[in-house]
């Protein structure tokens, strides 16, 4: 799944807003959290006797396409359907051929009766909060009732040559920005078009012009109102940069379920869904020119038809990183932001996936900062939906939405798995699929996908839930997720998510964070990504670690080669080593430092400026990394661990990603009394293990084919 005249009028009501917005949600009663919304410690008694039967609050859920006529026939089947196969939640999406058009009033009474006959099944409810995808065009409202907060975006508007002596005059209205290159040098001039007009002399040589405008164009989208069924561009997006769109958008969409289903917010109805909120061309927004000058002190106008240079000059990558830092910013804190506070605000969880989340080099494009848009909401993701991931394809990605959660200490992580495996996955490879999510910190799985019943007669199931063990495969997954949600993660290691280098057009950094990731895994050193925000401001630095608010503790940071860093994180990191932590640069050090959190004010790195740190090849097994929670015995890459805590409890979930059985001696961090869990049976027993002193315990892991266990040693 998976893009002028309102300037002054956008402006200020982006300051009412701004204004309005800080009393709305002053004055918004803040429902007290429950256990399932918050990092929660329960004892070992409280989790094991959880473990069989989770709360339902915990349960995976399922994708429930509404194409027909959704009646309350219809929902109560597919309910009862649903709960055989052992979800206790859903989340439901809006199809075609619906008896009432989306978001019309025939709608939101259709949304109250699931709601009821969900409340009756003991089942919760999640919402997509659009018809169909991306999320942010509220099913075609933003094209025909306010166009003027549509998507924007910059665009070409024309590029011309000319050779030495020629005149070139024309109009080139809503134009920014324009620049002449000269083919023979290199040498740049730019050209003010800021009157509508184009005028250029051209000076000895030979010279490419590129002309840039800003203009109302969106990604494409697929709207269940739209009567082709098609994926175009019919249905707009809102501009997602500003404010006042956000809080339209909201306005037509939460705010209504709020007027029919409101008294089920944080009970029945758990919360809202979003889906791959995107840009599809550089993102251009009313207020983004004063943003920019605010936060970087200088006019990014001249600077904008650079962006669609083909070689740009290294200050003018310096200005596109600018330009890409800001509107990062203002995504985060105008869409992603105000989602989350809104639910929170009314007891509900906003979860959400981004477009190209399993790469950042692409996803930089599309979505700026991975850790700026995710921040902010209660359940950060991914989705992995067309082989991203299986028993050919090992990646680290869903590690984007886990690090989220962990950094700013939220207890779940959200996989939209499944829908468009070809060919269809049978249960042990869905099993292999969820288990590799798992033990990287994924502890929530929508799995895609069921059409209702109206329009078959008997529920269409999709993916791989024709399988017969399907019902099985659900139970494992509900009691795994239950003990990986609950309590803190333990990570100890970092590593540095290059997106600034990535800003700046290092195309090579993403092959070495990819790289720094899997030789990791692959020795037993889990971690998570950490962004530059989150080591500059928001982790606290205390006694050689970085710690998140829950009590996560980071000793180790490991940075994957990277051209720049910014001198606030070059500053913390020393003072990190200082106390005791280790940094180790991978391969080489960056060769410049942003100044003043500004790019075009970077400098060049001297010698000095790294004399403390360690600089290792990638391909070296991290033995820098001191104290580590876990130690096999026999070097297996093949085994991979996550490690949590709870208020008695260390919770280990070690997982075997080969085919062949494998048998080690594991040394692991915690006290003596150990308990194997099996989420196939929701059973514990008792193991036997030996001392092996400084706080370690030495304990026989015995793992099948592709199979899971829990270890987990109770502080007695």
Excluded at 239 to 267: C, H, M, S
Excluded at 296 to 306: F, I
Excluded at 399 to 424: D, I, T
Excluded at 476 to 502: E, F, I, W
Aim: hydrophobic share 40%; glycine share 8%; aromatic share 12%.
């Amino acid at each position: 799944m998976s893009t002028n005249n309102h300037i002054i009028k956008a402006s200020t009501l982006q300051k009412v807003f701004v204004m309005l917005a800080a009393g709305i949600f002053a004055n918004t009663h803040l429902s007290a959290q429950s256990p399932w919304q918050k990092i929660a410690m329960p004892a070992l008694t409280e989790a094991t006797a959880n473990f069989k039967n989770p709360p339902s609050q915990y349960s995976s859920t399922v994708t429930w396409g509404w194409d027909g006529n959704m009646t309350r026939e219809v929902i109560a089947r597919d309910l009862d359907q649903l709960h055989n196969y052992g979800f206790r939640a859903v989340t439901i999406e809006p199809g075609y051929n619906m008896a009432g058009k989306y978001l019309s009033d025939a709608w939101f009474q259709s949304i109250k009766v699931a709601a009821e006959e969900a409340k009756k099944r003991g089942m919760h409810l999640w919402i997509i909060d659009e018809g169909k995808y991306p999320s942010g065009f509220a099913g075609g409202k933003f094209s025909d009732e306010k166009p003027e907060l549509r998507m924007q975006a910059l665009t070409i508007a024309a590029r011309v040559h000319a050779n030495a002596g020629e005149v070139i005059d024309r109009d080139v209205p809503d134009a920014l920005s324009a620049i002449a290159v000269n083919a023979n040098d290199k040498t740049i001039q730019n050209i003010d078009v800021s009157g509508g007009k184009l005028h250029f002399t051209a000076p000895a040589g030979s010279w490419d012009i590129t002309v840039v405008q800003h203009q109302f164009k969106t990604s494409p989208t697929r709207s269940a109102n739209n009567p082709t069924k098609g994926k175009d561009g019919s249905a707009s997006l809102m501009d997602y940069l500003n404010p006042v769109a956000t809080r339209q958008f909201l306005d037509w969409t939460e705010e209504q379920y709020k007027k029919y289903i409101g008294d089920e917010f944080g009970k029945t109805v758990l919360g809202f869904r979003g889906d791959e909120p995107a840009f599809s061309y550089t993102p251009w927004s009313p207020g983004l020119p004063a943003e920019f000058k605010a936060k970087k002190g200088y006019d990014v106008t001249p600077w904008l038809a650079s962006f669609f240079l083909r070689e740009p000059s290294a200050e003018q990558a310096k200005a596109k990183a600018d330009f890409y830092d800001v509107w990062s910013d203002m995504f985060g804190q105008n869409y992603f932001k105000l989602e989350g506070d809104w639910c929170k605000a009314n007891g509900l969880e906003y979860m959400v996936h981004l477009d190209k989340d399993d790469d950042m080099q692409p996803f930089v494009r599309s979505g700026g900062d991975f850790f700026k848009d995710m921040k902010d909401v209660q359940i950060p993701g991914v989705d992995v939906i067309w082989h991203q991931i299986g028993w050919d394809t090992v990646a680290n990605f869903p590690k984007f939405a886990s690090s989220v959660a962990h950094v700013y200490s939220k207890p779940r992580a959200l996989s939209e798995s499944f829908a468009a495996y070809r060919p269809r996955l049978d249960d042990e490879h869905a099993k292999w699929i969820l288990d590799h999510q798992m033990v990287r910190g994924i502890n929530l799985f929508e799995m895609m996908f069921l059409g209702s019943s109206a329009t078959s007669g008997t529920g269409r199931a999709q993916a791989y839930m024709q399988e017969a063990g399907f019902p099985d495969l659900v139970k494992y997954t509900n009691r795994a997720c239950y003990l990986l949600a609950v309590g803190r993660a333990a990570t100890q290691v970092a590593v540095y998510l290059p997106t600034t280098s990535l800003w700046m057009g290092d195309t090579e950094t993403d092959k070495s964070e990819i790289a720094t990731g899997i030789q990791l895994l692959n020795t037993q050193h889990d971690f998570d990504f950490v962004s530059q925000q989150a080591l500059a401001h928001d982790l606290t630095l205390t006694q050689g670690a970085f710690t998140t608010a829950a009590g996560t503790a980071y000793k180790t940071v490991v940075i994957p080669k990277i051209s720049v860093i910014s001198q606030s994180v070059l500053n913390r990191l020393q003072e990190f080593t200082k106390q005791g932590g280790k940094v180790i640069f991978i391969d080489s050090t960056p060769g410049l430092i942003e100044q003043q959190e500004t790019f075009r004010k970077s400098r060049k790195a001297i010698d000095g400026d790294f004399k403390w740190a360690k600089v290792q090849a990638a391909t070296t097994d991290f033995a820098e990394i001191a104290n580590p929670d876990v130690k096999l015995a026999t070097p297996d890459a093949t085994i991979k661990y996550t490690h949590r805590v709870i208020k008695d409890a260390d919770v280990y979930f070690f997982f075997n990603e080969s085919d062949k059985e494998v048998s080690n001696q594991v040394t692991l961090a915690g006290m003596k009394n150990i308990k194997l869990g099996d989420a196939a049976t929701g059973e514990f027993t008792n193991a036997d293990g030996t001392s092996a002193g400084k706080g370690m315990v030495s304990v026989k892991l015995s793992l099948k084919s592709h199979g899971t266990e829990f270890i987990v040693l109770e502080k007695k």
